[in-house]
């Protein structure tokens, strides 16, 4: 059974820092990986999705990476500003006829200040 | 543009009482779709999927059950809701194949 865990379980950075979020997952058998955001009772914002095949995905300043062997990837946040506060979710895409079927870490709940 | 729509927003219901929480996706045809719920301090679980009309997998034995009665709609429903229901619940589409998930806004039940 496909684990995720997401570390930190919470973050709290001032403005301008760069940060890094972490995902693990204990089956390297994936299809892809997304990083989503969510922020308070709101439905998740889909930032990035890496293949299995690929090494990284970027998007403005958000860089996600993905070691698949190593079951780790991790969220790039440059120059973070208040409005990047909210909750971060990775989640994991199996491989086969599941595909579809995400694994979600608990998340990594961000807060910058100003 | 697609877009996903979910409703009620909120709903407060009493424990025995019958559930229908109605998610529709526009602008988009033949999506997978999916419920998730979101319970403090347990993450984001994988309730039902559907690849085509009428075609439900359930990933965890529960009190609920899912319909498609129609391509875009997904409907999630109880007969008898318990205290453990309460939650947000949260409604997704992707095109065929596991592409990005896009998420509606999402339906807060609280059982009392």
């Known amino acids: 059974k496909q684990e995720v865990t997401q570390i930190p379980a919470a973050l709290s950075v001032p403005e301008g820092e760069n940060l890094v979020l972490n995902c693990s997952f204990t089956d390297s058998a994936i299809y892809n990986l997304q990083w989503f955001r969510q922020d308070p009772g709101k439905g998740l914002t889909s930032l990035l999705l890496i293949q299995s095949s690929q090494r990284e995905q970027t998007s403005g300043r958000l860089n996600a990476s993905l070691d698949k062997s190593s079951g780790r990837s991790t969220l790039y946040i440059a120059a973070s500003q208040p409005g990047d506060s909210a909750t971060y979710l990775c989640a994991v895409c199996p491989g086969g006829t599941s595909y579809g079927k995400l694994t979600f870490g608990q998340g990594t709940i961000l807060t910058v200040h100003p | 543009s697609q877009t996903i729509h979910q409703w009620p927003a909120t709903l407060v219901q009493p424990v025995g009482s019958p559930l229908s929480l109605e998610c529709t996706v526009e602008?988009?045809?033949?999506?997978?779709l999916y419920w998730y719920r979101q319970a403090a301090g347990r993450g984001l679980q994988l309730l039902f999927y559907?690849?085509?009309?009428?075609?439900i997998s359930s990933e965890v034995p529960q009190n609920l059950s899912a319909s498609r009665p129609q391509d875009r709609q997904f409907i999630l429903s109880s007969k008898k809701l318990l205290l453990s229901d309460s939650g947000f619940y949260l409604c997704?589409?992707?095109?065929?194949?596991?592409?990005?998930?896009?998420f509606g806004p999402g339906t807060r039940l609280l059982v009392l």
């Open positions: 559907s690849v085509g009309i009428g075609q």
């Open positions: 997704a589409w992707s095109v065929l194949g596991p592409g990005t998930q896009y």
């Open positions: 602008g988009t045809s033949n999506p997978n």
